[in-house]
């Protein structure tokens, strides 16, 4: 509750940030007094002058959230989707064993952050184990490896400050200490989903907390943005792959919709600030993997009733 309170007592002007060389600097900043996750992301996106920078900062505190030993000095990038989509059938990369390592080939594309990203965790399908079902490692890539090609990829139409990029692995060195323990898909990525949701949502509640108080919004909706963050806090420390869990996250972002829904409003009284224009644009952020969200839930319902 501390790192909320502190949100309370923050300064409401945000300096003004165009690129990842002015964003990266000052979120390395907010995490230098060894803050936990959760906390990074909503200091990070209350910094924020728009969306995508508090977007970039729940990312990067959700990435640290799963891998722990992620280092706090590197842009920090997880790597799954391809050509054909992100499930493991799609994930084409593969991890081949060589020798005392690892060679690793293949292609991924929409990497956020991508361009100016330093530490790659990376899924590749490992051919000797791969059967009839895809297994699936995650692989650690450093950005200067050899055999590593990185092309950014066009910008997207919100966030647009937020860069993407396709890398391309060929015949690239993997020592054996770089690849994680345990199952790639089940242990990380599809957990990923749901810290991601639970991260970059709350990072994203900050920014608007900020904006609330910068442009005076009504004492209520800013009662009800930090209930939906202190909710948020506490399902950051519950096991993601949780049914209980995952419904409790649908009621959270379903009320923090709510209020997003009823900011526009107050968005509309300030058409001529510049935020208001950004807001207006990269909204449709929220929007994005809305499907996986509905199917998670369902999923969850379908749990409890079997277990009834």
């Keep these: 509750m501390q790192a909320i309170e502190r949100l309370l007592g923050a300064p409401v002007d945000a300096p003004p940030c165009e690129s990842v060389a002015q964003w990266w ?4 900043q907010l995490c230098a007094a ?3 996750p959760f906390s990074r992301a909503i200091a990070g996106g209350f910094a924020a002058d728009r969306a995508g920078w508090a977007f970039a900062s729940g990312y990067q505190a959700a990435l640290h959230a799963l891998f722990q030993d992620a280092p706090d000095d590197r842009i920090c990038a997880l790597c799954v989707t391809e050509a054909g989509g992100n499930s493991p059938k799609a994930i084409e990369s593969t991890l081949r064993q060589s020798g005392d390592g690892w060679i690793l080939n293949g292609a991924k594309r929409w990497t956020t ?10 899924a590749a399908r490992d051919e000797a184990a791969s059967k009839e079902r895809a297994a699936i490692k995650i692989v650690k890539v450093s950005s200067g490896a050899p055999g590593l090609k990185i092309e950014a990829m066009p910008e997207t139409k919100f966030v647009p400050e937020v860069p993407h990029a396709q890398l391309q692995f060929e015949n690239l060195k993997i020592a054996a200490s770089e690849i994680l323990p345990g199952d790639g898909y089940a242990r990380y990525i599809k957990r990923f989903r ?8 709350a990072a994203i509640v900050s920014y608007l907390l900020r904006e609330a108080r910068r442009l005076a919004w009504p004492e209520n909706w ?12 506490k399902l950051a420390e519950e096991n993601p792959q949780s049914a209980a869990m995952h419904l409790t996250l649908a009621g959270a972002l379903a009320i923090s919709g709510t209020l997003i829904s009823e900011s526009a409003a107050y968005w509309e009284n300030a058409a001529g600030d510049p935020a208001a224009a950004r807001w207006h ?3 449709e952020l ?16 379908e749990t409890l009733r079997q277990r009834a």
């Design 25 to 28: 600097p000052r979120h390395r």
């Design 34 to 36: 060894g803050a936990d």
């Design 113 to 122: 952050l991508g361009p100016d990203g330093s530490l790659f965790f990376v």
């Design 194 to 201: 749901t810290v991601e949701d639970i991260y970059v949502n």
């Design 222 to 233: 800013v009662e009800r943005c930090l209930c939906v963050l202190f909710l948020l806090e």
């Design 281 to 283: 644009r990269d909204r």
């Design 286 to 301: 929220l929007k994005v993997a809305g499907g996986i969200r509905a199917q998670r839930t369902r999923r969850a319902w």
